[in-house]
Nanobody, 118 residues
Framework: QVQLVESGGGLVQAGGSLRLSCAASGSIFNAMGWYRQAPGKQRELVATITITGVTNYADSVKGRFTISRDNAKNTVYLQMNSLKSEDTAVYYC??????????????WGQGTQVTVSS
């Protein structure tokens, strides 16, 4: 059974750092990533990484966040530095795997809260 479990969220002061982890099981994903959703806002992409290590970042986090992936552990990480109050959101781990017809199926974790105080 496919499962994604996030950890590492918490409360941090602006300028601080957090590292999120997402442990996946039941599948190897072609791409994994992090999305976030603040109250009243749409869920937005934060960062993604392919199985080969190609990364993509939202402009808002570029240079501050680093996504990495340990395929042996089937785990993806998000190192968040220089955190800002606008980074406050629930962060969701996402996995995409290739399905029939070259479509991608999405799998989601339950989310972990990141709160950045001013």
């Amino acid at each position: 059974q496919v499962q994604l479990v996030e950890s590492g969220g918490g409360l941090v002061q602006a300028g601080g750092s957090l590292r999120l982890s997402c442990a996946a099981s039941g599948s190897i994903f072609n791409a994994m990533g992090w999305y976030r959703q603040a109250p009243g806002k749409q869920r937005e992409l934060v960062a993604t990484i392919t199985i080969t290590g190609v990364t993509n970042y939202a402009d808002s986090v570029k240079g501050r966040f680093t996504i990495s992936r340990d395929n042996a552990k089937n785990t993806v990480y998000l190192q968040m530095n220089s955190l800002k109050s606008e980074d406050t959101a629930v962060y969701y781990c996402n996995g995409k795997r290739l399905a029939s017809g070259w479509s991608l199926n999405d799998y989601w974790g339950q989310g972990t809260q990141v709160t950045v105080s001013s």
